[in-house]
């Protein structure tokens, strides 16, 4: 599993509220992202990093913001949350090989 | 951006019946390709990453097969299991190691 945590693993919280994920890893892997998935829409690219503080938006970027102060941890923000984003989230990093692996996912519900 | 197409989208074999799982690209210049499996409410799993210098990749009763030439990738597996029920995903990577997602085969191996 490439040594990568998500925190927390099960959200609930109501519209208007803030909400930051974290993606942690053990291995030092340069490339980290964060994506959703939704049914029908299967995953989503939201934000990605490529070094610390270096990060630069996926295909759903909208409503999110990112932070990687640390090579070993990436946050997703969502600045005040909507229903929309209620949602799986699954952080993950890739191997030089170009190998992606994932971390076990945060539910979000946002209510 | 990389097109990634999986058809069909479900389907249901008796156990021991091999399995053949189709994955269409769009771009045949491509890096590599990675197979993934997920188990309901789980993360992703990787299976297998084919580079695009290889024809084929194994492990185990899986094996995957890439032709670049007509935009195909076909996962293989050997004397279906119960234990095989669900979801297989195809990616191919994009621009800066970005991955870009097939729908996802959704397996049901009956006993």
């Known amino acids: 599993d490439a040594g990568i945590t998500q925190s927390p693993r099960h959200k609930v919280t109501e519209t208007g509220t803030p909400v930051t994920l974290r993606c942690h890893q053990t291995?030092?892997?340069?490339?980290m992202y964060w994506y959703r998935q939704d049914p029908g829409h299967g995953l989503r690219l939201i934000h990605y990093?490529?070094?610390?503080?270096?990060?630069d938006k996926g295909e759903v970027s909208d409503g999110y913001s990112v932070s990687r102060s640390k090579t070993e941890d990436f946050l997703l923000t969502l600045e005040s949350a909507t229903s929309s984003q209620t949602s799986v989230y699954f952080c993950?990093?890739?191997?030089?090989?170009?190998?992606?692996?994932f971390g076990p996912g945060t539910r979000l519900t946002v209510l | 951006k990389q097109e990634v197409t999986q058809i069909p989208a479900a389907l249901s074999v008796p156990e021991g019946e091999n399995l053949v799982l189709n994955c269409s690209f769009t771009?045949?210049?491509?890096?590599?390709l990675q197979w993934f499996r997920q188990d309901p409410g789980k993360g992703l799993t990787s299976l297998l990453l084919?580079?695009?210098?290889?024809r084929e990749q194994t492990s185990g009763r899986l094996n995957a097969s890439l032709d670049k030439s007509s935009g195909r990738s076909t996962l293989y597996i050997a004397a279906s299991q119960p234990g095989d029920s669900a979801t297989y995903l195809c990616?191919?990577?994009?621009?800066?190691?970005?991955?870009?997602f097939g729908k996802g085969n959704q397996v049901v191996v009956i006993p």
């Open positions: 291995e030092n892997h340069r490339y």
């Open positions: 993950a990093i890739s191997h030089k090989s170009g190998e992606q692996f």
């Open positions: 084919i580079q695009s210098s290889q």
């Open positions: 990093s490529y070094g610390v503080k270096d990060t």
């Open positions: 990616a191919l990577p994009y621009g800066n190691n970005r991955l870009a």
């Open positions: 771009d045949s210049a491509i890096y590599n």
